[in-house]
């Protein structure tokens, strides 16, 4: 299944708080499934998700290949102000990376 | 190339292989805060829930804890799709290292883990496949103790395909 969307971010302030949520657009093959001729599709699944806050590390995220097509999460930070830069960096285990940020709302 | 020569190029490489082994092991050992940058293969490549849980979190006391809530699946405790079951972390625990969440009968039951600094606050969510009804296991560590809670899910269409 080709991918045409792009990964997306969005974070808010909620009562103080920094609420992201996130959706990476990504296969997540996990090496057991087949294709229509019957072969395996090689796995290909997000290994290591890091976020980011304004230069400060604050979530390390692995997954293994039972998390879901085109993962979503969502977390709460405490505090955080409007236009705080909120980064995002995954990496699979192919190698392929992807780099996503937004800023506060 | 002599016998000798042969013998010496063995060793070399295996002190290399050695001393490189020694420097990663060091790295994890030296700053167990630090949120480290490899990937924990072994525990999400093992077969079982103990075998995983032994490599991620390593041996300590499992303090069976009403302060950790979870829910699988939307309606609770039931998944109509196996491939994406929203799954949903809360807790009233202070200091939260490391959560995971774990499927029994999945192949590989580790579903994910994460390290959390003390910014994030829960509840924490996220999608996971579920090949077939099973168990769904929550894992907190914080100040040293182990924090369990499973809830049983049945899934309509399988999701580890």
Sequence with gaps: ?105 | MSKIDQKRRAILKGTISASTLAMVAASGLLLPQRLLAHWPKDAFNSETVEDALLALVGQAEVASDKALNFKVGSPPSYAVNGASVPVAIESDLDNIERVAILVEKNPFPLAMSFDLSPAVLLPFKSMIKIREDSNVIAIIRAEGKLYKTSRFVEVDIGGCG
């Design chain 1, 1 to 105: 299944m080709g991918i045409t969307a792009k990964d997306r971010i969005r974070a808010k302030l909620k009562k103080g708080n920094t609420s992201v949520r996130l959706l990476l657009a990504h296969p997540m093959h996990t090496g057991r499934a087949k294709n229509k001729q019957d072969e395996l599709i090689p796995a290909e699944f997000i290994q290591d998700i890091r976020c980011w806050r304004n230069e400060e590390e604050v979530l390390t995220i692995k997954c293994g290949t039972a998390t879901a097509r085109n993962p979503y999460f969502s977390f709460q930070l405490a505090g955080g102000e409007s236009n705080d830069l909120i980064a995002i960096r995954w990496v699979d285990n192919l190698g392929a990376k992807g780099l996503t940020e937004t800023r506060v709302k």
